[in-house]
């Protein structure tokens, strides 16, 4: 797969739209790659669709715990955004908030 300058792939867009019919088997099975690989921002795909879906989240445990270049995971970005909804889920499958946003409440 090939990124565009801001390093977002087909995938990053995909998400960030909100268009996750794109997301088929076909995708999961012939590009896993894709869905831990980073932009630019130190964003993955997970990171970009929390505001239109969490389904990923139980799709990729592993990036629950990924953080941006910001310092935050997806959990953060879904409180950050003030979606208890999605919260509840990524707190459902153990999602965690970075040690930077620990150490800011604490």
């Known amino acids: ?4 300058n801001k390093g977002w792939l087909p995938l990053h867009s995909a998400v960030a739209s909100g268009n996750l019919h794109s ?4 995708c999961l099975k012939h590009c896993p790659e894709a869905f831990s690989t980073p932009n630019n921002d130190g964003c ?12 990923l989240a139980k799709r990729f445990p592993g990036a ?15 409180k950050s955004l003030d979606r208890p ?4 889920v990524l707190e459902s499958v153990n999602a965690v908030v970075s040690n930077l946003r620990k150490r800011n409440i604490g």
């Open 1 to 4: 797969m090939v990124a565009d």
């Open 23 to 26: 997301l088929n088997d076909h």
């Open 44 to 55: 993955l795909p997970l990171h970009l669709c929390l505001h239109k879906n969490v389904r």
């Open 64 to 78: 629950l715990h990924t953080t941006n270049k910001e310092g935050k995971t997806p959990l953060d970005i879904a």
């Open 85 to 88: 909804d999605i919260v509840k």
